[in-house]
Nanobody, 115 residues
Framework: QVQFVESGGGSVQPGGSLRLSCVASGFNFGRHAMAWYRQVPGKERELVAAISNVGPDYVDSVKGRFTISRDDAENTLYLQMDNLKIEDAAVYYC??????????WGQGTQVTVSS
């Protein structure tokens, strides 16, 4: 059974940092390009950052502020988010790229950025 369990979200002020984690199971994690996505109410889910054997890739709005990494031994994906902006507030999800795998999403983790 494919599962994604995201954690690490929270509430921070603009300029703050958070580190998100995602533990995946039920598939061969190391063989897949992985990604973080985010969604705000009323908008489509968007890809934020991805990582594959050719390296990381980021949407322009987070370049230089977010860092994606992975630990294949632990089936875990990370997203270090620095210098957070109000527009980064969303529910963050991890999945394969392109996702979703077997139409499965985790519960996501809420990131709130407000002063």
């Amino acid at each position: 059974q494919v599962q994604f369990v995201e954690s690490g979200g929270g509430s921070v002020q603009p300029g703050g940092s958070l580190r998100l984690s995602c533990v995946a199971s039920g598939f061969n994690f190391g063989r897949h390009a992985m990604a973080w996505y985010r969604q705000v109410p009323g908008k489509e889910r968007e890809l934020v950052a991805a990582i594959s054997n050719v390296g990381p890739d980021y949407v322009d709005s987070v370049k230089g502020r977010f860092t994606i990494s992975r630990d294949d031994a632990e089936n875990t994906l990370y997203l270090q988010m620095d210098n957070l902006k109000i527009e980064d507030a969303a529910v963050y999800y991890c999945n394969v790229r392109p996702g979703p795998l077997l139409n499965t999403w985790g519960q996501g983790t809420q990131v709130t950025v407000s002063s």
